[in-house]
């Protein structure tokens, strides 16, 4: 590194339109291509869908403006009422994937030999697609070649047919989607674990703190991004829960494990017929509640960019 | 550290500790168990009841020769492939730029359009159906896997924008700042200055993304529908049809299809992971 440094000659002033106004132009260079992508492919589809959604529509033929009836007909309709109260039940029994992330994080959060490839295993159901998530507890539950009837026999209960059963069937495909989300919040917790302050939690223990105590007064505070990030992945995953329920039981048995997503689906592009306006009316319907979730998300991004 | 380290405990708890390890992991993995074991065991066990015994005999490499040879499977996963990369490419790409753009620079409008690629990542898929599947029939794109990767690498770009944007917040300014007053142009500092920075970013997102597409089953099913195009999480429904019944065969093309993001997840665990948990940590 001894040559010596040559100095460049200074740049000529800087000339033309390019070089006076690069610094303007710039971003919107390279903003455009993801800008037009984004456009054509997200933002404009939202509010066709709002405006197909007035319409009588098969996908192929006229399409006819019927105003706000295709609502109308879905607060008749038990179908979506049953994919509603299904709806609900995933938002709130998929959130058990936060504690039980962490109770496992906490578990693992040692350093013996080993440990890592313990970590990545307990990991990796995540990694897997949910199709064969899917498909693997569909088997796991089947009354004729499944592991679990002969586990529940080992303690008097059973046999059962979750899938068969309308009572059970949603709590069944939903227990496999926590799979996947627990592993996902496992790891999130895993790495807030490790950004602990080693030091509070020392003066913790010498002022006496210990399990409960020291996990509520003194780790999850310090846990909360994590915690954050895991509520908003979960609540996302919860409402956008479609392959499970698509491959598990196709919405059955009589429609009873139908989510909005699935339900959705299946009215715009099954056999049943392409009825175009009602599933974008549908939609809507799961659009805005989702929005609620987007917008605090926003929000809370909002605040912490004022901080900047 | 938190819970209390095993080696400041007794013995006991220590070897406790490590027995209940492998314990815990056989319980949450056994479902999974359960199907490699079915992907390895010969016809005859299943028609003959003994389905969790050892196999009679190991046919496991009959099993998943048969998947390679008596099927679709090896279409499916090349169609899956032509999917997938060009989709980690596109949006890559795509999002370096928005990235750098929406990180370095300051302008009206910057924190909504970046609050516009955000919120576009969260929306439900439902909501685009019918409009995406509508535009893709009219480019004429419909069950092509052009079709697919187009529509892929728009969407993948909310998300890889809000990753690319805040890792270039959090280089360094000074860099780029330095290499303006030597007069270097805003295209070179991108492509010299910035570009090799973000190789870890890209390296993270190139895996995350290549796992979000791979598993995708929505859109497969929307704009795909045949042999040609469809990719292997939409495949495997035919495949089922295929050797309805025969389990040991389902369960060796399940674990095929769900093979190549797990690969990817363990050689590049570290990328994967540090992706993933962006933001977890302040």
Known sequence: MAAPITSEPA????????????????????????????AIYVVLPIFQSFHISLYRWDGLGEARYIGLQNYERLLDDPAFYTSLWNNLRWLVLYLLAIPGGLFIALFLNQ???????YKSLFFFPFVISQVVVGLVFAWFYNPSIGLLNPILGLFGAGPVNILGNPNTVTYGIIAAGLWPQVAYCMILYLTGL??????????????????????WYVILPQLRPAT?????????????????VSVMTNGGPFGSSRVLAYYMFEVSLSEFGFRMGYGAAIAVVLFLIMMVYIAFF??????????Y | MFPTPVERRSAAIQASYKALLPIALMMWLLPLLMVALFSIKPDADFTQGNLWGLPSSFAGFENYTRVFTDSAMPRY????????????????ALSCMTGFALGVYRFKGNIWIFFMFVAGNFVPFQILMVPVRDLTVNMGLYD?????VLFHVAFQTGFCTLFMRNFIRALPRELIEAARVEGVSEIRIFWYVVLPLMRPAIAALSV????????????????TQGVESQPVTAGITAFNSQFRAAYHMMSAGSIIAALPPVMMFFLMQKHFIAGLTLGAVK
């Open chain 2, 208 to 223: 995350l993304i290549f796992t979000f597409i791979w598993n995708d089953y929505f859109w497969a099913v929307v704009l």
């Open chain 1, 228 to 244: 954050f990030i895991a509520v908003v992945v979960t609540v996302i995953g919860a409402l956008r829960s479609f392959d499970m």
């Open chain 1, 11 to 38: 740049p000529p002033p800087a000339r033309g339109y390019w070089r006076s106004n690069q610094m303007r132009i710039a971003p919107w260079l390279f903003l455009a291509p993801g800008m037009v992508f984004f």
């Open chain 1, 111 to 117: 350093q013996v030999r080993g440990i890592r490839l």
């Open chain 1, 194 to 215: 490790n950004a602990v302050d080693p030091e509070q939690v020392e003066a913790a223990r010498l002022d006496g703190a210990k399990g409960w105590k020291m996990l």
């Open chain 2, 77 to 92: 996963l090349i169609n899956s492939i032509f999917i997938t990369v060009p989709t980690v490419i596109g949006a890559v």
């Open chain 2, 144 to 148: 092509t896997r052009m079709g697919l």
């Open chain 1, 298 to 307: 926003l929000w809370r991004m909002w605040r912490e960019e004022r901080g």
